[in-house]
């Protein structure tokens, strides 16, 4: 009873270390959702436009957003306006936001040469979502867009998490192994399949790519902080990398607060914070610090 006693004092005791070692400087949101009109909102309460996002921001201490829309496959036209809209604005608040494009892969070279045009606009990131897309990891027509990011030096934001096929984190390793000058960056790190995303840290080990791939902790952050699995998730967090995890709120399925909450509970170093919530994306986006 005394040792158990004396254990939890230690485990309060480093529980409080890590809050009072916290960082608190900007921090950088790489996944939040733009509503531009009443047919693309994630949920009935997504708010139209940016001003309910930065306000939410704001409160967080949330210094960069990213703004990101979904194409639909088959009405290039209107993936075209989507994106010219969403880059307009992230244009009308420089530095405040920055735009996250989308094409579907199944529109070819359409797809091919929106992301040309994209690129010369000065786009950075593109969002892939297999679910929302209903399209699979595998198909060739993923790996070409992936090659034509790779060309145009756009980072890939994929949706890592389709509870309909089990095999999808083995299709991710395969097309990050085989497009190795391409950027990835696989959102909601696995969700319930997150041990899985330890695979890349392995293949890393012994030689096998995987240096071009980085997860987002959007969803999941929430979903784990303060559960039983929370010692596994940051274990797998740190096998990976702290270096290589992104953090985000997948607004507005989670609040900016909500998700910053949640990695704060993890138990994290400040330093590990600091990768985590702005130097990584500095990084790998570009962004100004």
Not at 83 to 96: F, H, K, L, S
Request: glycine fraction near 6%; hydrophobic fraction near 45%.
């Amino acid at each position: 009873m005394h040792r158990l006693f004396a254990v939890t004092l230690v485990l309060l005791a480093s529980t409080s270390a890590y809050a009072a070692d916290a960082y608190r400087g900007p921090i950088i949101d790489v996944h939040a959702h733009l509503r531009l009109s009443d047919k693309d909102g994630l949920n009935k309460t997504h708010p139209l436009g940016t001003d309910a996002l930065r306000t939410l921001d704001d409160a967080a201490g949330v210094q960069q957003s990213a703004l990101i829309v979904i194409a639909r496959k088959g009405q290039i036209d209107a993936t075209k306006a989507q994106n010219d809209a969403v880059i307009a604005a992230a244009a009308a608040t420089p530095g405040r936001f920055f735009p996250v494009v989308s094409v579907h892969p199944a529109d070819g070279e359409a797809a091919i040469a929106e992301l040309e045009r994209l690129a010369k606009l000065g786009a950075k990131m593109v969002k892939l979502h297999p679910n929302t897309q209903n399209f699979d990891v595998s198909d060739p027509a993923v790996a070409t867009v992936a090659a034509a990011c790779a060309r145009l030096g756009l980072v890939m934001l994929f949706d890592s998490y389709k509870p309909w096929d089990a095999s999808q984190i083995g299709k991710f390793v395969l097309l990050t192994v085989s497009n190795p000058t391409a950027k990835f960056v696989l959102a909601h790190m696995g969700f319930s399949q997150f041990r899985e995303t330890g695979t890349f840290a392995q293949l890393r080990k012994i030689g096998v790519g995987t240096n071009n791939v980085w997860f987002d902790i959007s969803a999941i952050g929430t979903t784990y902080a303060g559960s039983p699995l929370q010692a596994e998730f940051v274990w797998t967090m740190r096998q990976i990398g702290t270096d290589r995890i992104l953090f985000g709120s997948d607004w507005p399925v989670d609040t900016p607060a909500a998700a910053l909450a949640a990695v704060r509970k993890l138990g994290l170093t400040a330093s590990e914070q600091r990768q985590v919530l702005h130097d990584n994306a500095v990084s790998l986006l570009g962004l100004t610090p």
